[in-house]
């Protein structure tokens, strides 16, 4: 495609709001990153770390108030001898989920790779291999994009200059003030060496922004320096932050965190939508990392409908995944990863690389839109018919998938159509070929 030409559909597609960047701003690699993303629609969510060993969640340390210096002894226990990273990709492909979101390091400050800017990191603990490097590896031998996950706040740093949270965490000289400078150097020291050493980074996430919004004094972060530099070394890198804000200017993604885009369920979701990608984080069970007692997960049926839902707003589902102490993903993480990866071999049609289709609830009907195909999605099996107002009469009405029993009439302008969907059917799709 001429190169004007693509520019002009990019502008068009992510029409910027006026505090993020303009598309004029953009160099090619990353508006075809945007697209790749936008296309993509699932990807899946990974927390690992230290906390996992507590199997309390990731929010163990602050919400018990641990000393964070007994905390880090769980470095020293740490051997997960049953992490297989080729294994990890496999499952995750098969799930049709087109990239992984890796959390390098999160808010208990535990770095995950062979970082050279701190002692608290992998090589440091029995195990002592560089987990990040065989999962970006496997990524690239089994064409998986890799996302990283980077947490702004910290709970064990001295320099980090202390929000909201980790104030129970005991470290000795921490402040409000912290050391700035100092941090902020090691994170962006930190950052060059993940985007520097791992191969192509598809995006780095943020998180931990709101540590300081309850600050007296507006916090800067300095993130536009630091949005610049991962800019500069990976052009085709997005960056994205779960602020729960409406986007600053020079991110590439827009976070919701447990609400599909325009919900706010959660509680975290009352931004405005912007123009750029969109992406839905969740959770398969309850917490993100590891819980030995949350067996709470969401059926099959229930991810796929979420799946199914977060497409139908435009959006991409970041499903998570917290693995055991040991390496491994839970069985039923599993077995949903297998569920969800038939569903999308089947249905995959009506997903990937669709827009919003703008028609239903959003609810019990979902649409979802790509070329001339506006894929109607039926979210119960009690439904029995539905009119839809349409531009124009339909070339052609069919089932997507099976041949469930389906008449369609047209009139003034009104689609009217009589359906049985089969009892138990997770998403009964129609395509209307306008
Ligand atoms: C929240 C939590 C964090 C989790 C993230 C995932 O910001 O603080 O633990 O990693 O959500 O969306």
């Given at each position: 495609?001429?190169?004007f030409?693509s520019f002009l559909i990019?502008?068009?597609?992510?029409?910027l709001?006026?505090?993020a960047?303009?598309?004029?701003s953009?160099?090619?690699e990353?508006?075809?990153?945007?697209?790749?993303?936008?296309?993509?629609?699932?990807?899946?969510f990974i927390?690992w770390g230290?906390?996992?060993?507590?199997?309390q969640g990731?929010w163990?340390?602050t919400n018990q108030?641990?000393d964070?210096?007994e905390?880090?002894?769980?470095?020293?226990a740490f051997?997960?001898?049953?992490?297989?990273?080729?294994?990890w990709?496999?499952?995750i492909?098969?799930s049709?989920?087109?990239?992984?979101?890796?959390?390098?390091r999160?808010?208990?400050?535990?770095?995950?790779?062979?970082?050279?800017?701190?002692?608290?990191?992998?090589?440091?603990?029995?195990?002592?291999r560089?987990v990040?490097?065989?999962?970006?590896?496997e990524?690239?031998?089994?064409?998986?994009r890799l996302?990283?996950y980077?947490?702004h706040?910290?709970?064990?740093r001295?320099?980090?200059?202390?929000?909201?949270?980790?104030?129970?965490?005991k470290r000795?000289?921490?402040?409000?003030?912290?050391?700035w400078a100092s941090?902020?150097?090691?994170?962006?020291?930190?950052?060059?060496?993940?985007l520097?050493?791992?191969?192509p980074?598809g995006?780095i996430?943020f998180?931990?922004?709101?540590d300081?919004?309850?600050?007296?004094?507006?916090f800067?972060w300095?993130?536009d320096?630091?949005?610049?530099?991962?800019h500069?070394?990976q052009?085709?890198?997005l960056?994205?932050?779960?602020?729960h804000?409406?986007?600053?200017?020079?991110?590439?993604?827009?976070?919701f965190?447990r609400?599909?885009?325009?919900?706010?369920?959660?509680?975290l979701?009352?931004?405005?939508i912007s123009?750029?990608?969109?992406?839905?984080?969740?959770?398969?069970n309850?917490m993100?990392?590891?819980?030995?007692?949350?067996?709470?997960?969401?059926?099959a049926c229930?991810l796929?409908?979420?799946?199914?839902r977060t497409?139908?707003k435009?959006?991409?589902?970041?499903l998570?995944?917290?693995?055991q102490?040991?390496g491994?993903?839970?069985?039923?993480?599993?077995?949903?990863?297998?569920?969800?990866?038939h569903w999308?071999?089947?249905y995959?049609e009506?997903?990937?690389?669709?827009t919003?289709?703008?028609?239903?609830?959003?609810?019990?009907?979902?649409?979802t839109?790509?070329?001339?195909?506006?894929?109607l999605?039926?979210l119960?099996?009690?439904?029995?018919s539905?009119?839809l107002?349409?531009?124009k009469k339909?070339?052609?009405?069919?089932p997507?998938?099976g041949n469930?029993?389906l008449s369609?009439?047209?009139?003034n302008g009104?689609?009217?159509?009589d359906f049985?969907?089969?009892h138990d059917?997770?998403?009964?799709?129609?395509?209307?070929?306008e």
């Amino acid at each position: 495609m001429n190169k004007f030409l693509s520019f002009l559909i990019v502008a068009v597609l992510f029409q910027l709001p006026a505090r993020a960047q303009t598309a004029q701003s953009l160099p090619p690699e990353r508006i075809s990153s945007m697209q790749e993303f936008a296309d993509a629609k699932f990807g899946i969510f990974i927390h690992w770390g230290l906390y996992s060993m507590f199997g309390q969640g990731e929010w163990y340390m602050t919400n018990q108030d641990i000393d964070c210096h007994e905390y880090a002894k769980a470095a020293n226990a740490f051997y997960p001898h049953a992490f297989d990273a080729a294994k990890w990709v496999k499952a995750i492909k098969g799930s049709g989920a087109r990239y992984v979101t890796f959390t390098s390091r999160h808010h208990e400050g535990f770095s995950m790779w062979d970082t050279r800017q701190s002692d608290y990191n992998i090589m440091h603990t029995p195990y002592g291999r560089d987990v990040l490097r065989q999962l970006s590896d496997e990524c690239q031998r089994q064409g998986l994009r890799l996302h990283l996950y980077y947490s702004h706040l910290d709970w064990t740093r001295e320099d980090y200059p202390l929000g909201r949270t980790g104030l129970g965490t005991k470290r000795k000289h921490a402040s409000k003030k912290g050391d700035w400078a100092s941090y902020y150097a090691f994170m962006n020291r930190q950052l060059t060496e993940l985007l520097t050493q791992y191969g192509p980074i598809g995006c780095i996430w943020f998180d931990g922004w709101w540590d300081h919004d309850e600050d007296s004094i507006p916090f800067d972060w300095q993130l536009d320096e630091q949005y610049a530099l991962i800019h500069r070394l990976q052009p085709a890198c997005l960056v994205g932050n779960n602020h729960h804000q409406t986007p600053f200017q020079g991110e590439d993604i827009q976070i919701f965190e447990r609400d599909v885009p325009g919900e706010n369920k959660a509680g975290l979701s009352g931004q405005s939508i912007s123009r750029l990608p969109l992406e839905t984080c969740q959770t398969m069970n309850g917490m993100w990392g590891y819980k030995v007692v949350d067996q709470d997960y969401k059926s099959a049926c229930e991810l796929v409908r979420l799946l199914v839902r977060t497409s139908g707003k435009g959006a991409n589902l970041l499903l998570n995944i917290g693995p055991q102490p040991d390496g491994q993903f839970p069985d039923t993480a599993l077995s949903r990863l297998e569920s969800l990866g038939h569903w999308l071999g089947l249905y995959g049609e009506s997903i990937y690389a669709t827009t919003a289709g703008g028609v239903g609830d959003g609810e019990t009907v979902v649409s979802t839109r790509k070329g001339s195909c506006l894929y109607l999605h039926l979210l119960s099996d009690s439904l029995t018919s539905i009119d839809l107002s349409l531009p124009k009469k339909p070339r052609k009405v069919r089932p997507l998938v099976g041949n469930f029993s389906l008449s369609s009439s047209w009139r003034n302008g009104v689609l009217h159509l009589d359906f049985a969907i089969p009892h138990d059917t997770w998403d009964a799709v129609i395509v209307i070929e306008e």
